[in-house]
C-alpha cells in the first residue's frame, strides 16, 4: 500500500505545535470554528456529501486514501462515525436512502444484522487504517497525561459534575502522570466551557472543527505525545489511545449526562439504550478503572473487537469498492439533487448580498 504524504500543514498560522503550552483562546475558537480550513478545502474539493457521518471526523478522507475513491465523490454508504457501543441503529442510522452501513464493533454488528434493517458490514476501523498509512506512532519523548473533557452535544449536557474535585484528584496522582493538559471537543469550545476551566492553569487544547478534512491529523499529532490518557467516561478515544500504544485510565465519578432537546435520543437523563451497551460499558469501566493503567490481554482483546482490528483489510476494501461504485451509481439522482440544491443556496446568497 502506498504511502501518501501527510498534509505539509496540519495547524493553521503554525508549522507545528507544542502541545505542553496549550492553546489560548482565541486559538482554540478559531480552531473550532467552521472557518479554519477554508484555505485548504479546495485539496479535498467533493461534490455535496451523501451522508454525513461518512464524512465527519475525516471519515471521508480516511475512505477516499484507503480505497483510492475519488475527492470529487461523495462516500455512499452510511455507517457508525465513532465507537458505538450499543447493538442498536439511532432514527438517523436508519432513516437514509442508504443501503449498507458500516461499523467496526463486533458484538454491535451481530446485534444489528438481526434487526435487518440495512446491509451491515464489518470493517476495521478508518482511523487505525489511516493511522498505519500516515505513519503516525507514539513519540519518543512522550511524556505526561492527556485529559479528554467528556464533551456535550447539541441539546445533551452533564449535569451536577464536581469539577473541583475531578481534578483535584488528577493533581494528586505521581508525578509519572504529569504534566497534565486538557483536550476539548469541538461542542464544549463553541459553548465557553474552556474559559471555566482555565481556573485549573491546565493548558487546553483541541483537535478543532469535527467537518475538518484534518480532524484526523490533529487528533493523531496532538495524542501522540503522551504516555497516558484519561477521562471519566472513556470515549472513542480510549479504544484510539489504546490501539497506538497510550495507557488510558478512567477516573474519578461517571458523568450523567441529561438530554435536554436532542431528538434523537430520549429526554431525560440519558442510559445505555440496550444490552449490548450495557455490556460493553461494564467491560470498558472494569478494565479500564484501575491505576496504575496496566496491559493486558483482556484489554487488548477488546480493543480489538471494538475496532475490528483483526478483519482481512484486502478483502474488506474488495468489497467495499465493489459496493462504493454500485451504490453510487444508484445513488446518482440524489446527488444529482444536491448539488442544485447547494448551487440554489449560493445564488441565493450571491443575489441577497447585491441588496
Request: hydrophobic share 40%; with cysteine; glycine share 4%.
Amino acid at each position: 500500500m502506498k504511502k501518501p504524504i501527510k498534509p505539509q500543514k496540519i495547524w493553521p498560522n503554525y508549522e507545528d505545535i507544542n502541545p505542553f503550552e496549550g492553546f489560548d483562546d482565541a486559538y482554540l475558537e478559531y480552531i473550532c470554528s467552521e472557518k479554519v480550513d477554508t484555505g485548504i478545502k479546495s485539496n479535498f474539493a467533493r461534490l455535496p456529501a451523501l451522508f454525513w457521518p461518512t464524512e465527519l471526523y475525516s471519515f471521508g478522507r480516511c475512505y477516499r486514501l484507503w480505497l483510492k475513491w475519488p475527492d470529487i465523490l461523495p462516500i455512499p454508504v452510511y455507517g457508525d462515525h465513532g465507537v458505538a457501543l450499543s447493538g442498536e441503529l439511532q432514527e438517523h442510522e436508519i432513516n437514509n436512502k442508504a443501503a449498507y452501513y458500516l461499523s467496526w464493533y463486533k458484538q454491535r454488528v451481530i446485534s444489528i444484522e438481526r434487526y435487518q434493517i440495512k446491509k451491515v458490514v464489518h470493517i476495521t476501523h478508518p482511523w487505525v487504517i489511516y493511522r498505519k498509512i500516515a505513519g503516525y506512532n507514539l513519540k519518543e519523548k512522550a511524556k505526561g497525561t492527556l485529559i479528554f473533557y467528556p464533551h456535550s452535544n447539541d441539546g445533551i449536557e452533564i449535569i451536577d459534575y464536581d469539577w473541583d474535585e475531578y481534578f483535584h484528584n488528577l493533581e494528586s496522582l505521581e508525578d509519572r502522570y504529569k504534566p497534565f493538559v486538557i483536550c476539548m471537543h469541538m461542542h464544549d469550545v463553541k459553548k465557553g466551557y474552556h474559559k471555566k476551566l482555565r481556573k485549573y492553569n491546565i493548558p487546553i487544547v483541541s483537535a478543532g472543527e469535527t467537518l475538518s478534512p484534518l480532524f484526523v491529523d490533529r487528533f493523531y499529532d496532538l495524542v501522540c505525545n503522551f504516555l497516558y490518557a484519561t477521562s471519566p467516561t472513556g470515549g472513542s478515544e480510549l479504544f484510539y489511545c489504546e490501539e497506538i500504544g497510550i495507557k488510558y485510565f478512567i477516573l474519578g465519578k461517571e458523568p450523567v449526562y441529561y438530554n435536554f432537546s436532542h431528538h434523537q435520543n430520549p429526554f431525560g437523563v440519558l442510559k445505555p439504550r440496550d444490552e449490548v451497551a450495557m455490556i460493553s460499558h461494564q467491560i470498558k469501566k472494569e478494565l479500564f478503572s484501575s491505576l496504575p493503567p496496566e496491559n493486558s490481554y483482556e484489554k487488548k482483546q477488546f480493543v480489538s473487537d471494538v475496532l475490528g482490528l483483526e478483519l482481512d483489510l484486502p478483502a474488506i476494501a474488495k468489497t467495499l469498492r465493489t459496493i462504493f461504485v454500485v451504490e453510487m451509481i444508484r445513488l446518482l439522482p440524489i446527488a444529482y439533487l444536491n448539488i442544485l440544491l447547494r448551487l440554489k443556496s449560493k445564488l441565493f446568497f450571491r443575489i441577497k448580498s447585491l441588496f
